[in-house]
């Protein structure tokens, strides 16, 4: 598939804050620089890469990515950065395509629920049906729009300046992220695994929604679940269905997964795999999680290293990945929830 691209001028924009501002971005989510010099910089994500160059105007931008889809994911995160360099000129920033003409964002696609049926172990499967094309498992994970309880919904729109533009106040939607657990082109049906926790909004939504409601489904990202050494893993329920994409997806892989699971959610239907270890740690032991993972993270940690939990928890081991000298390339570590009080 060809690259899509698109390019702006960035006027009145200093090209080192910007290049001060990108470098900063590249360590926070450990982003690989190709190119960094004189002529100009470029970032490389999953979605794509990001070049920007002085200009006499002040600097320059040009994205490219595989699709449509991603190109959107890199202008918001261009239009993002430069919004918190010069509010004012992130406003006026214009592309040179057409994107500004579309009625929702390319990464956007509107599914109807098809059904929701219980697992029998804190978790609840829902079936979506619509376009799929874009899931793939090199990238698993998605955004679920859901419209507030008894308000028509309101979708989100592109900006002139090619971003997104969300809506907000009493329109705002709840923008929870899941993993896809089946993909099936075919029936073009998406079904996901919801877990069961208290105040759960996604989870109210899901116990009372009627079939055939619309819902707004973004393109998949966030890493996909193809790991080709051996694993070291560790997770707590809202990461079993991701856990489970992986077994299914590396039928030679080797490892371990440690999980923390609550109540039932041990009885999790994961698929049989016979060369890697599924653990589960002692009841009620979550927020020893990230110490359980730190604990084994060394200067010569001899697999890929994988945690999905609480914010905080990931952040930690992320920290501790980062002192041990651990790359990006060689692991996965996210925050899949966070705690509100």
């Known amino acids: 598939m060809s690259d899509t691209s698109a390019t702006t001028e960035l006027a009145g924009i200093s090209y080192t804050a910007l290049w001060q501002s990108i470098r900063t971005l590249a360590e926070e989510h450990d982003l690989p620089l190709p190119y960094d010099d004189e002529t100009g910089l470029t970032l490389g994500t999953e979605y ?24 959107q994911v890199l202008k918001d995160t261009v239009v993002a950065q430069i919004g918190a360099v010069a509010p004012q000129t992130a406003q006026a920033i214009r592309w040179d395509d057409a994107s500004a003409t579309r009625k929702l964002p390319a990464n956007a696609r509107l599914m109807a629920v098809s059904s ?59 923008l929870p992220v899941y993993t896809a657990r089946h993909v099936d082109p075919e029936s073009s049906t998406l079904c996901f695994d919801l877990f069961a926790h208290e105040g759960g909004r996604t989870m109210k939504w899901a116990e009372t929604v009627p079939p055939g409601s619309e819902v707004l489904v973004t393109s998949p990202g966030g890493g996909g679940c193809r790991i080709s050494t051996t694993v070291q893993g560790f997770a707590d329920e809202t990461g079993f269905p991701a856990v489970a994409r992986i077994l299914e997806t590396n039928p030679d892989l ?31 032991t979550h927020c020893s999680m990230a110490e359980t993972a730190k604990a084994i993270i060394t200067s010569d940690f001899p697999a890929f290293l994988w945690f999905a939990g609480e914010r905080s928890q990931s952040s930690a081991v992320r920290k501790a990945w980062r002192q041990a000298g651990g790359s990006a390339r060689n692991s996965y570590i996210s925050a899949y929830w966070q705690k509100t009080s």
């Open 254 to 284: 080797k490892g371990s997964f440690k999980l923390f699971a609550g109540r039932n959610g041990a009885t999790y239907p994961f698929p049989a795999h016979n060369g890697v270890r599924i653990e589960y740690a002692s009841p009620g």
């Open 48 to 71: 794509g890469s990001v070049r920007i160059t002085p200009s006499p105007e002040g600097s320059h931008a040009e994205i490219k990515a595989p699709h449509a889809e991603y190109l």
């Open 116 to 174: 929701v049926e219980p697992l029998n172990c804190d978790f609840l499967r829902v079936t979506l049906r619509g376009d799929v094309s874009r899931f793939t498992d090199d990238a698993i994970h998605f955004r679920l729009g859901l419209p507030p309880t008894g308000r028509s919904p309101k979708w989100p729109t592109i900006g002139a300046n090619g971003a997104t533009q969300w809506p907000k106040g009493a329109d705002a939607l709840h």
